[in-house]
């Protein structure tokens, strides 16, 4: 073999060799947190609400992941409620917050309380979000509902649509009678502990 | 007049830059490879910062109020203990939420690790795990304890100022560091990421850590 060739050759080995090698590093990311949008500090909260505890809880149907529709009043009678709205999908804090809910359905069934996790997302992303939230195969115990249109329709009425299209962060409960008992319209930029809810949560039996 | 160059010297020329081209392209990616291998039973979220000497910075934990796990830790009394009075050479820190999947997913490949070096008479004495939860309250890290059966102490980080000091911005991370008996601390592993494998992450620790030297000694 030429000098040429066997260099020419060496080079095309080379270069295999780094597809595969490259192939072999992606295959090895567990890819979560690298797909988190970093949104950076937010103004803490930017909407009015208008609502107040002890207000009866504006109804609202809206489509869930799975393909069916809620509608609040359904509950009513049977249920406690509790309302998460998160900002968004695929950012930092909120990607934490479900997860964590995730771990903690035996505190809703202990208080009779089912929960509602609501974005201003669509369907397909709220599906992609949620899956990575999950082993696989599995999925989140409690329904994700769609806010995207009309858009916000939902967070506007509970006073929780910022300036910018999204919610806040916010947890509403709400009694069997429909009547809200419990607002937390939380800094965005932080996770709610868990600690509150609990007790708004034992309150309702109280 | 300039002359006109040899046939042959080209050729080599024209191999130079394909030569060099190759290299250029293998550069990156040779870095990208030793750095997602230096940890292969992690599925790293971020690269490890660099090992170095670096010491475990100095902070403490009420001592816990369980029997079992002041005598896990060797820590006795009320009060607050440092994480150098922790009985042990080698120290396993995983900082985790109990809001973060990776660590959900993660906590029955931690569990495995504690029991296999429970399970061994040579290591039990000589590693010890401890996790920190990261902007969890202490309802929080119970619920995580218990969900999961976790067996080590566990102890909250509510405001996230341990994990600022250990330089943690992602969760779960392993931090692995030798507590001298002089108090002295000697940090020698770090990596973001989920756990997938306890028994070749056990081998880094006996490895990387020198417990596995020592006893060939």
Request: glycine share 8%.
């Amino acid at each position: 073999m030429s000098r040429g060739k066997y260099v020419l050759s060496l080079g095309l080995f080379s270069l295999l060799m780094v597809f595969l090698e490259t192939g072999n590093v992606y295959a090895q990311s567990s890819s979560f947190k690298d797909n988190i949008y970093s949104v950076g500090k937010l103004k803490p909260r930017d909407s009015v609400l208008t609502l107040k505890a002890g207000d009866s809880a504006p109804d609202f149907t809206l489509p869930v992941v799975d393909g069916a529709t809620i509608t609040l009043s359904q509950f009513r009678g049977k249920k406690n409620v509790v309302i998460s709205f998160v900002p968004a999908a695929w950012t930092p804090v909120c990607s934490d917050q479900w997860p964590g809910y995730n771990l903690v359905q035996g505190l809703f069934l202990k208080n009779d309380a089912i929960l509602l996790g609501i974005t201003v997302d669509n369907i397909p992303t709220l599906y992609s979000w949620t899956k990575q939230m999950c082993n696989t195969g599995e999925k989140l115990w409690f329904p994700v509902l769609s806010d995207f249109y009309p858009h916000g329709e939902v967070a506007s009425k509970y006073g929780v649509l910022r300036s910018n299209g999204v919610s806040e962060r916010a947890l509403f409960v709400i009694d069997k009678k429909g009547a809200i008992r419990y607002i937390d319209v939380h800094d965005i930029n932080q996770r709610p502990p868990l600690d509150a809810l609990r007790t708004a949560l034992e309150k309702l039996n109280q | 007049m300039m002359s006109r160059p040899h046939p042959g010297h080209r050729i080599c020329k024209t191999h130079s830059v394909i030569v060099l081209f190759i290299l250029i392209l293998l550069f990156p990616f040779g870095c990208v490879s030793s750095e997602t291998k230096s940890s292969s039973v992690i599925s790293p979220t971020k690269p490890s910062p660099p090992q170095g000497k670096k010491t475990l910075p100095v902070f403490e934990f009420p001592v816990p109020q369980k029997t079992g796990e002041k005598n896990y830790l060797g820590v006795f009394g009320s009060g607050n203990f440092k994480v150098t009075q922790i009985s042990t050479p080698v120290l396993i820190i995983e900082i985790f939420s109990m809001y973060c999947p990776h660590c959900q997913r993660s906590a029955p490949f931690v569990n495995d690790l504690f029991q296999s070096i429970q399970g061994r008479t040579d290591l039990k004495q000589r590693i010890k795990i401890i996790g920190i939860g990261i902007g969890n309250s202490p309802y929080e890290v119970d619920l995580f304890k218990n969900k999961y059966g976790i067996l080590f102490p566990l102890f909250p980080d509510q405001d996230g100022t341990i994990s600022k000091m250990l330089g943690v911005s992602s969760t779960p991370t392993f931090i692995g560091a030798k507590i001298n008996r002089d108090g002295t601390t000697e940090q020698f592993y770090f990596t973001s990421g989920e756990l997938t494998d306890a028994a070749n992450f056990l081998s880094e620790i006996l490895n990387l850590s020198g417990l596995k030297q020592e006893d060939k000694q």
